[in-house]
């Protein structure tokens, strides 16, 4: 199948409501991401702010700014439909419209949070390492989810399948990117209903 631009098929996914299907397949592991971020936010004694990267209708946006501490939430997502998506669900909402890698954040944030986005870039170690170097407060977390990694068997044939091109990396090329880009207390983890799909790595940003 022909490629296409990874927001080009996102946007018609929005107009098709294909992103309500991809809020429940995504729940289970992004409900363990939340709870990650809420414990270290929790430890933090303070307000936070957090951003969800390729945030699609902005689902998760809206969760974070539900916690009692979070003083400042914005999704961001390179699909016009998404982003008209989510603002129509919550006008009172930030979410913009923004291409990665290109954008770049004028703000800086206690928290990344990112569902299903990374390896959609054509270098996500370089990514990682804008968003340690540039778009985290000292001291803050990144938390992304992926679910097309080389261990994950039945996730290689989706750039096929979708006709999206894919940035496939083992569990420890993962790894190694995330110390690369200059984050430390790194933890994953691998998060399924039944078997393990969603590979979660979080770091911190040194302070
Ligand atoms: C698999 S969807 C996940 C959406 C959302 N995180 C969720 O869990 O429902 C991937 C999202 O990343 C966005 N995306 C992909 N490549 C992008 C890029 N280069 N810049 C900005 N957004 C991008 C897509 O538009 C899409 O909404």
Redesign the pocket.
């Known amino acids: 199948m022909a490629k296409r631009p ?2 080009d098929v ?2 018609d996914w929005a107009l098709n409501g294909k ?1 309500e299907g ?2 429940i397949g ?1 729940a289970f592991a ?1 409900n363990q991401m939340l709870s990650f971020i809420f414990e270290k936010t929790e430890q933090m004694q303070r307000n936070f702010s957090a951003v ?1 990267v ?4 902005g ?2 946006v809206r969760l974070l700014n539900e916690h009692q501490r979070c003083e400042y939430a914005e999704g ?4 016009a439909a ?1 982003i008209e998506k989510a603002k129509n669900i919550d006008q009172n909402g930030n979410y913009f419209l ?4 290109e954008y770049q954040s004028s703000r800086k944030f206690d928290v990344i949070h ?4 990374l390896y ?2 054509k270098n996500p170690q370089n990514m990682l390492k804008v968003f340690c170097e540039q778009w985290l407060n000292s001291g803050g977390w990144a938390v992304i989810g992926v679910d097309h990694y080389l261990e994950h068997k039945a996730s290689l044939d989706w750039p096929e399948h979708v006709g999206v091109e894919m940035t496939t990396l083992s569990i420890d090329q993962w790894l190694e990117a995330w110390k690369g880009a200059g984050f430390t207390n790194i933890k994953h983890w691998q998060a399924g209903r039944e078997n393990p799909v969603t590979l979660i790595i979080a770091g911190q940003k040194p302070s």
């Open positions: 990874a927001t996102f946007h992103d991809m809020e995504h992004v969800d390729g945030c699609g209708n689902w998760v961001i997502d390179g699909a998404m923004c291409k990665l890698p990112s569902m299903e986005f959609y870039l």
